[in-house]
C-alpha cells in the first residue's frame, strides 16, 4: 500500500509546467552548483491531489465535529473569514511595497490593533509575535525592557503559578528569567501569602492567566496586583483564556500591565493543524515605547510604519506578524460587534457550566463551583476503583467520534481532564457529549480493558511512541523499500 | 553503595565511584529513551546538574551525589537506553572521582533510602 | 447572532440544569470593580454581505502583485503558486484540526509533516529537520541560541554581516535578551577572526545582496576553528546550488515562504529548521516520527517530547509550542508538484530571468555594478538616480520595483516575470532621469 507521496514517484512523472522560454539560459559556475538532485517525488496532479486528500480523511477537524479540548479553544472558524483573507489586495502584497501602495493593508492593521486594545483595555498593541507563545516571549521581554530603562537591573527572577501553561515558564527563559513557582491554594487560586513572601525587589513580574487554567477567575486579581505592584513587578496576563471574558472584564482593569491574545483561539482563526497562529501583545502606555519595531500609526488619514522606536525590544520577527491571519481576526470581530463578542464569552461560560453539571454525578469535579469557560474534572475515581486511567478514557472518546479534551494538564489535578466546549457548540451537541461521558464512566465500572484497549474504531490504534524517541526515525528513506 | 534524596546512588570502587539512578527513579520515569550523557571531564560540585534522563512525557535531571570530577559516562546507554529500566544498579550513568569523601557521610544508606521512600509516600 | 447557535429556550433549560438563576450567576467570582459596566467600544456587527464588501474595499485600497510586475524581492518572492495547493489546503481537515497531539485521529498532518521533514532534508543534505517554526528570521534566532548552549566551554555567536537586516535584529533579541555575546562582521573579516570562544557562526545563502560566496571555504575556516556553522539559506536556491551539507553546516535555517506560499504582506511565512544527527535532541519545536500501533500498521507520531516547553518547562530547549502546518503542507505539496525536475526548472528560470534583467539594466548604461560575486534570481546594481523616485516612476507604469538598500537596489526576478515584462522594466528603468 502506498503511504507517503515517495511512494507514487516515477521516473518521467511530472505534475508542472513552465511557459517556453523566451530569453537566453544562464549556467551557474559548476563551483557553485549542487552535485546530485533533491530527492523530490517524480508525480502526477492527479497523485497529488488523491494522495493529500485521502491523508486529510485520516485527520479531525472542527468542521467533523465536537473539539472540547480544554484551553485550546477549539470554536468553529468561519469561512467568510477565509474568503476575506484571499482577496488579492491582501494575500498578494509585498511586504516591502512602500507605504502607499498598501494603506489598506496598514488600515487593517492598524484597526485590529485598536480594537484589542479596546478588548484587553490597553493603549497600544504588536502583531508582529506569529503565535501565544511568540507573544509571551515578547511581553516578557518588554517587562524586561522596562526594568532596565529604570536602571533596576538587580530583578532576576519571574514567578509564574505551579497550574500555568509549560510555556510560561518556558517563555520567562527566553528573556533571560529565572522561574520560581508559586503555589495554588486549596480553592485553586494563587495562594496570596506565598505569592506575598516570594515577591520582592528582586523579582520582574508575575506571569498569570486569568480565568486560570482551572477555569477559575482569580477573584483576588487586584490583590495579586498590588502585591507585585509595590515591590516595583509588573504584572502578565496569558490571553490563552481569554474567550471567557470578552466584553465583561478586561486585562487592564484588573491590573495587568501587558497581554498577549491568541487569535487563533479567542478570534476563530483556524489552528491550522498546528499553526500559523497569531499572538499580539497589547500593553498599557508607559510600555508602548517598548514594543518591537516597527507599529503601524496613523497620521492625519495615512497609516504608517514607525520604525523610529529607540526603546523598542527589537525585533521578533521579519516583517509584521502573521497578517494574514490578523485579517481573519479583523473580520471575525466585525462579524460579531461589541454584544456579539460578550454573547460570545457568556455562551462559552453557559456552555461549560451545563457539561460540569451533566457529567458531576459520575466525576469527581476537584473545584465544585461554577466555572468560567472551561472545567477540570478528575478521574481519579475510575483510577482508584477501577484501574482504568483518564488516558483510556480520553481514548475512547475517540471511539465515540470526539476529539478528546485536554489530559492530565494543569498537573495539580491527579488524573485531570480539562474540557472546554466554546460558544460554537449547540445544547444537542452538549447532550450528546454529556451522554458518551456518563457512559464510559458507566463501561469503566463494567468493563475496563474495553477503556484500556482503546481506541478501536480509529484509522490507527495506540502508538508504540517508546520506540519513536528511543529508535527516532524521523525522514522517509529510499533503501526501507528495498 | 549510598542514596540521595533525588533518587540518584552512588558506589565507590577503589579511587573511583559510579553514579546512576535508583530503581523507584526508573518506575516513576517509565520507559527510557534517551540519556543526555554527561560531558567528560567536567569538574561539578554536589548538587550540580550531572546529566538528564528522558522518557517520552517527561525528563529528569540527574545531579551529582558528591563533588568531584567526571571520568567517564556510560556510552552503551546511547544505544541501549533501556537498561536503566531493567537494570538500574548496574547501568551507571557515570564514572567521577570524588573530592571530599566525607560528603558521603551526608548521604542515606539503603534502609535510611528505604524509610525515606515509605515517608514520601505517605 | 451569528455562530452563536444555543437559542434562548435552550439557555433558560441550561441555565435550571445548572443551579443558575441567570447568566451573571456564572460571573459572581468576578469581582465588581473589574467588571466593565459598559459595551466594548468596537463597530457594531455587520451581516455577511456588508463585510465582504467592506473588507473588499478596504483590499482594494491595496496596489497587488497581481496588477503590478514585482520585481521586490529581499526575503519574500512572488512566485507562482501552482492551483492545487489552495484546493488541498483549504480541506477542512487540514485547515480546522488542532496539533496533531492524538495521533490515532491526526495521521494526516503528521503524515504531511513526515514527508516535509524528508524534503527539507533533501533540499539541505540534513540528517533531521523540525516540523517548522514561524518564520526565517525566528528560525535563525533560535538555531543561534541552540549553538551558543551546544557547549559548556563557548557560547558568542557571530553573524555575517550581509544579512537580511530584519533577521540581523531579530537575532539580536533572541540573543540579548538571554545574555549571549554576539558579533557582526564581514566574510573578510571572519576568514581572518579568532573564534576560539566562538559558539557559533551564521551566514545567508545567497546574501541578503544576493551574493554568492565561497562557502566551502568559509565552511572550512569555522570548522576547523571548532565552531558550529549556521547558514541561512534560500530553500528555491537549493535547487542548483550547492547543498550546505557539502560545506559543514551543522544547522540549516531559512524562510520557505518561496515554496508555494502567498506574498500576504509578510506572513504567515514558514521558517524551517534542519540539522546534523548529533544536535537532534537539542532541535527546537515539533518533531514527526515514525512508529506502528499496537496492530503493527505504520504510523506517525510526534516524538522526541521530552525537549518541549510543556514538559521541560523552563530548561526546554525553546518556548515554541506550534509549528506552521499548513504552511509546511503547502510547501510539501508545492515540493510534489513542481518534484524532481520541475522544481529545478523553476530555479533555473529564476537563474535566466534575474540574469537577463542584470544585463539588461547594465547595458541601460543607467546602473553601476556592486559586486563581481555569481548570485542567484537576486542582485544589487546602483542606480545613478535616487532609488525612491526611480520606483515611484516604474510604479506608474505598472512595475513594484527594487529594495533601496547600502548596497544599491535590490533586484529579485522570479519565474513569473515574462520577457515582455522584462524588457518593458528594463526600458523603463533605463530612461528614467531623476
Redesign the interface.
Known amino acids: 500500500m502506498a503511504e507517503l507521496i515517495f511512494d507514487l514517484s516515477k521516473e518521467g512523472k511530472c505534475a508542472f509546467s513552465l511557459p517556453q522560454s523566451q530569453i537566453p539560459s544562464y549556467e551557474i559556475d559548476e563551483r557553485y552548483a549542487r552535485d546530485e538532485d533533491a530527492m523530490l517525488p517524480e508525480v502526477t496532479e492527479v497523485d497529488v491531489i488523491r494522495h493529500f486528500t485521502n491523508i486529510s480523511r485520516k485527520n479531525y477537524g472542527v468542521d467533523q465535529g465536537f473539539y472540547p479540548l480544554g484551553s485550546c479553544t477549539m470554536k468553529y472558524n468561519p469561512k467568510l473569514n477565509e474568503d476575506v483573507s484571499k482577496l488579492q489586495g491582501f494575500c498578494a502584497l509585498h511586504p516591502y511595497q512602500p507605504e502607499y501602495q498598501v494603506q489598506g493593508a496598514l488600515k487593517a492593521a492598524y484597526d485590529l490593533q485598536q480594537y484589542l486594545c479596546e478588548i484587553t483595555g490597553m493603549s497600544g498593541a504588536t502583531l508582529q509575535p506569529a503565535a501565544g507563545a511568540h507573544g509571551e516571549m515578547t511581553g516578557i521581554m518588554i517587562i524586561k525592557a522596562y526594568h532596565e530603562s529604570r536602571k533596576d537591573t538587580k530583578r532576576t527572577k519571574m514567578i509564574v503559578p505551579d497550574s500555568a501553561h509549560g510555556t510560561n515558564p518556558a517563555s520567562a527563559a527566553t528573556a533571560g528569567y529565572d522561574v520560581v513557582q508559586v503555589r495554588s491554594d486549596d480553592k485553586g487560586l494563587v495562594d496570596i501569602e506565598a505569592l506575598a513572601s516570594m515577591m520582592d525587589e528582586e523579582t520582574a513580574g508575575l506571569m498569570l492567566t486569568n480565568p486560570n487554567t482551572l477555569g477559575l477567575f482569580e477573584s483576588n486579581i487586584k490583590e495579586i496586583a498590588k502585591i507585585v505592584h509595590d515591590k516595583g513587578g509588573l504584572l502578565y496576563y496569558d490571553g490563552a483564556n481569554l474567550n471567557a471574558i470578552m466584553g465583561i472584564a478586561r486585562p487592564f482593569d484588573m491590573g495587568f500591565d501587558v497581554v498577549h491574545l491568541n487569535l487563533h483561539k479567542t478570534m476563530s482563526t483556524p489552528h491550522g493543524g498546528g499553526g500559523p497562529g497569531s499572538g499580539p501583545v497589547c500593553v498599557k502606555e508607559e510600555l508602548i515605547k517598548f514594543l518591537p519595531r516597527p507599529v503601524v500609526c496613523k497620521k492625519n488619514d495615512i497609516y504608517y510604519l514607525d520604525y523610529d522606536r529607540k526603546d523598542s525590544i527589537g525585533r521578533v520577527k521579519a516583517f509584521y506578524g502573521n497578517f494574514l491571519v490578523c485579517i481573519k481576526a479583523l473580520t471575525y470581530i466585525l462579524t460579531m460587534g461589541p454584544e456579539g463578542l460578550k454573547q460570545a464569552s457568556e455562551t462559552a461560560v453557559l456552555n461549560a457550566n451545563y457539561i460540569m453539571a451533566g457529567v458531576k454525578d459520575n466525576f469527581i469535579i476537584p473545584y465544585d463551583r461554577f466555572c468560567m469557560h472551561e472545567f477540570v474534572l478528575s478521574g481519579n475515581d475510575q483510577k482508584e476503583k477501577y484501574g482504568v486511567s483518564t488516558l483510556d478514557m480520553a481514548k475512547r472518546l475517540l471511539d465515540y467520534g470526539y476529539h478528546p479534551p485536554t489530559i492530565y494538564f494543569p498537573q495539580i489535578v491527579h488524573e485531570g481532564m480539562m474540557i472546554e466546549p466554546t460558544e460554537t457548540e449547540n445544547k444537542e451537541t452538549l447532550d450528546k457529549f454529556i451522554e458518551v461521558m456518563n457512559k464510559i464512566a458507566q463501561e469503566a465500572i463494567e468493563d475496563s480493558d474495553l477503556l484500556h484497549n482503546a481506541p478501536h474504531n480509529t484509522y490507527v490504534r495506540r502508538l508504540d511512541e517508546v520506540t519513536a524517541a528511543r529508535n527516532p526515525v524521523l525522514k522517509w528513506e529510499k533503501e526501507q523499500d528495498l | 553503595m549510598k542514596f540521595t534524596k533525588d533518587h540518584e546512588w552512588i558506589k565507590k570502587e577503589g579511587k573511583y565511584a559510579y553514579v546512576g539512578i535508583t530503581d523507584y527513579a526508573q518506575q516513576q520515569l517509565g520507559?527510557i529513551?534517551?540519556v543526555?550523557l554527561a560531558?567528560e571531564d567536567?569538574v561539578l560540585q554536589q548538587g550540580d546538574v550531572l546529566c538528564a534522563v528522558?522518557?517520552?512525557?517527561?525528563?529528569a535531571?540527574v545531579f551529582m551525589p558528591v563533588s568531584g570530577r567526571v571520568i567517564e559516562a556510560n556510552h552503551e546507554l546511547e544505544e541501549s537506553?533501556?537498561k536503566l529500566n531493567e537494570n538500574p544498579y548496574e547501568a551507571f550513568l557515570a564514572k567521577i572521582t570524588i573530592d571530599d569523601e566525607s560528603e558521603l557521610d551526608d548521604l542515606m544508606t539503603e534502609d535510611e533510602y528505604n524509610e525515606f521512600l515509605e515517608s514520601e509516600a505517605e | 447572532m451569528r455562530y452563536i447557535p444555543v437559542t434562548d429556550k435552550d439557555r433558560e433549560e441550561m441555565l435550571s440544569k445548572c443551579k443558575a438563576k441567570n447568566i451573571d450567576s456564572f460571573f459572581l467570582a468576578i469581582p465588581e470593580d473589574v467588571r466593565l459596566k459598559r459595551l466594548l467600544n468596537l463597530p457594531s456587527a455587520r451581516s455577511e454581505m456588508e463585510l465582504i464588501r467592506y473588507m473588499q474595499d478596504i483590499a482594494a485600497k491595496n496596489s497587488n502583485t497581481n496588477n503590478y510586475s514585482c520585481f521586490l524581492g529581499a526575503g519574500a518572492y512572488d512566485h507562482y503558486i501552482p492551483s492545487v495547493i489552495g484546493h488541498l489546503t483549504s480541506r477542512q481537515e487540514f485547515f480546522t484540526a488542532y496539533t496533531p497531539y492524538q495521533p490515532e485521529i491526526s495521521q494526516g498532518t503528521l503524515t504531511a509533516i513526515f514527508e516535509y521533514q524528508t524534503m527539507i532534508c533533501e533540499l539541505t543534505g540534513m540528517d533531521v529537520s523540525n516540523a517548522s517554526m514561524y518564520d526565517g528570521a525566528s528560525a535563525l534566532g533560535e538555531a543561534c541560541v541552540i549553538a551558543s548552549s551546544a557547549s559548556r566551554k563557548r557560547s558568542d555567536i557571530i553573524i555575517v554581516e550581509d544579512m537580511h537586516p530584519e533577521y540581523k535584529e531579530t537575532v539580536q533579541t533572541y540573543l540579548k535578551f538571554r545574555g549571549i555575546k554576539y558579533t557582526a562582521m564581514s566574510v573578510e573579516q571572519l576568514l581572518n577572526a579568532d573564534l576560539t570562544s566562538t559558539a557559533g557562526v551564521c551566514i545567508q545563502y545567497p546574501s541578503f545582496y544576493g551574493d554568492i560566496y565561497d562557502m566551502e571555504r568559509i565552511g572550512r575556516y569555522v570548522k576547523e576553528s571548532g565552531s558550529l556553522f549556521i547558514v541561512c539559506a534560500n530553500p528555491m536556491a537549493l535547487a542548483l546550488l550547492k547543498s550546505p551539507k557539502g560545506f559543514g553546516a551543522d544547522f540549516v535555517v531559512g524562510e520557505a515562504q518561496p515554496l508555494g506560499i502567498p506574498l500576504g504582506y509578510g506572513g504567515p511565512y514558514l521558517g524551517y529548521f534542519a540539522c546534523i544527527k548529533e544536535h537532534m535532541r537539542k532541535m527546537p519545536g515539533r518533531i514527526v516520527g515514525k512508529t506502528t500501533d499496537v496492530d503493527g500498521k505504520t504510523a506517525y507520531v510526534l516524538t522526541l517530547q521530552a525537549r518541549e516547553q510543556h514538559i521541560r518547562r523552563e530548561k526546554a530547549t525553546s518556548n515554541i509550542c506550534s509549528n506552521q502546518a499548513l504552511c509546511a503542507l503547502m510547501a510539501t505539496i508545492y515540493l510534489s508538484v513542481t518534484g524532481k525536475e520541475g522544481f529545478k526548472q523553476v530555479a533555473k528560470r529564476c537563474v535566466d530571468n534575474a540574469h537577463y534583467v542584470y544585463e539588461g539594466l547594465l547595458n541601460t548604461g543607467k546602473f553601476l555594478k556592486t559586486s563581481d560575486l555569481p548570485f542567484f534570481h537576486e542582485f544589487t546594481v546602483s542606480p545613478k538616480s535616487d532609488i525612491s523616485a526611480l520606483n515611484d516612476y516604474l510604479f506608474k507604469h505598472g512595475f513594484i520595483g527594487g529594495l533601496d538598500t547600502v548596497k544599491g537596489w535590490l533586484i529579485a526576478v522570479t519565474e513569473k516575470r515574462t520577457k515582455e515584462e522584462m524588457d518593458e522594466f528594463i526600458r523603463r528603468a533605463g530612461e528614467f532621469n531623476g
Do not use: G, H, I
Request: net charge negative.
Open positions: 520507559d529513551v534517551y543526555d560531558e567536567l528522558e522518557s517520552v512525557k517527561t525528563a535531571e537506553p533501556e
